[in-house]
Nanobody
Framework: QVQLEESGGGVIEAGGSLRLSCAAS????????LGWFRQAPGKEREVVAR????????YYGDSVKGRFTISRDNAKNTVYLQMNSLKPEDTAVYYC????????????WGQGTQVTVSL
């Protein structure tokens, strides 16, 4: 069982930066692939970024490539999302999620943190 809790959201002006954190409980945190997702009002949830258990492989959605960076600190059971050059279209609720090695399904989800980017 893994419990996830996001933090770091808020209101930021366009062009600014935020760093989201997702703290996890559970002794097997380091074995999970972790992802950040977001969902804006009236839109489907989309994957923002993903990082494998040892942080060797990362993936980014096209809309955030070059602006966002995902990282993890397994010693602190935490995954981060550094968001730079924020745009109003980045406004959404951001969720972190975990999936087991070899699985495609994210089975643990956090409650989400709101990010609002103003003009």
């Amino acid at each position: 069982q893994v419990q996830l809790e996001e933090s770091g959201g808020g209101v930021i002006e366009a062009g600014g930066s935020l760093r989201l954190s997702c703290a996890a409980s559970g002794q097997t945190f380091s074995t999970y692939t972790l992802g950040w997702f977001r969902q804006a009002p009236g839109k489907e949830r989309e994957v923002v970024a993903r990082i494998t258990s040892r942080g060797v492989i990362t993936y980014y959605g096209d809309s955030v490539k070059g602006r966002f960076t995902i990282s993890r600190d397994n010693a602190k059971n935490t995954v981060y999302l550094q968001m730079n050059s924020l745009k109003p279209e980045d406004t959404a609720v951001y969720y972190c999620a975990a999936r087991r090695f070899g699985s495609l399904d994210y089975i643990y989800w956090g409650q989400g943190t709101q990010v609002t980017v103003s003009l």
